[in-house]
T-cell receptor
């Protein structure tokens, strides 16, 4: 069966510090991968998606970036965090692009 | 992009059916209707999806209006574990149109 992992589960970082969140998927090949952010009490905002290694599409211009160095690994990064980057970051995968998505447990990021 | 409208909140009694509505009046002919739910501090969980015909699975049923401008997620017997935020979204197969709105907060009363 397929599983999706995210780490860390929680993170507190000062403004201006770098960020690296990792997501890995097991039990499937060539998944479509997604990064979402959820502000408190709000819906999910799609940040990036990837259909293959090295292929990244950005949906929202911001100081975040994403990379897919391996088939089942998706990384979200920032060189300098802003207060507005605080939120719940979710990684997801799907077999068919934009179809049934399976989400990871999420990373709660607090920028202080 | 096809947008969705859902009530902010709904209440149900335990072991009774729940009908969660979603309006999507700008849906296109090939757009799929997806439903997810999210428990507090967890990632969303896929529930069900459909195109034109009503769909059933072990979790729920999806009733789609004949004109496809609205749909209803049906939980046949609500349990306390069904208390969650339920999201309806429309997918055309393009990731650029993936939008989760604010959803409906379902409260299940014992």
């Amino acid at each position: 069966s397929q599983t999706i992992h995210q780490w860390p589960a929680t993170l507190v970082q000062p403004v201006g510090s770098p960020l690296s969140l990792e997501c890995t998927v097991e039990g499937t090949s060539n998944p479509n991968l997604y990064w979402y952010r959820q502000a408190a009490g709000r819906g999910l905002q799609l940040l990036f998606y990837s259909v293959g290694i090295g292929q990244i599409s950005s949906e929202v211009p911001q100081n975040l970036s994403a990379s897919r160095p391996q088939d089942r690994q998706f990384i979200l990064s920032s060189k300098k965090l802003l207060l507005s980057d605080s939120g719940f970051y979710l990684c997801a995968w799907s077999v068919v692009l934009a179809s049934e998505q399976y989400f990871g447990p999420g990373t709660r990021l607090t920028v202080t | 992009d096809a947008k969705t409208t859902q009530p902010n909140s709904m209440e149900s009694n335990e072991e009774e059916p729940v009908h969660l509505p979603c309006n999507h009046s700008t849906i296109s002919g090939t757009d799929y209707i997806h439903w997810y739910r999210q428990l507090p501090s967890q990632g969303p969980e896929y529930v069900i999806h459909g195109l034109t015909s009503n769909v059933n699975n072990r979790m729920a049923s999806l009733a789609i209006a004949e004109d496809r401008k609205s749909s209803t997620l049906i939980l046949h017997r609500a349990t306390l574990r069904d208390a969650a935020v339920y999201y309806c979204l429309i997918s055309s197969g393009s990731a650029r149109q993936l939008t989760f709105g604010s959803g409906t907060q379902l409260t299940v009363l014992p």
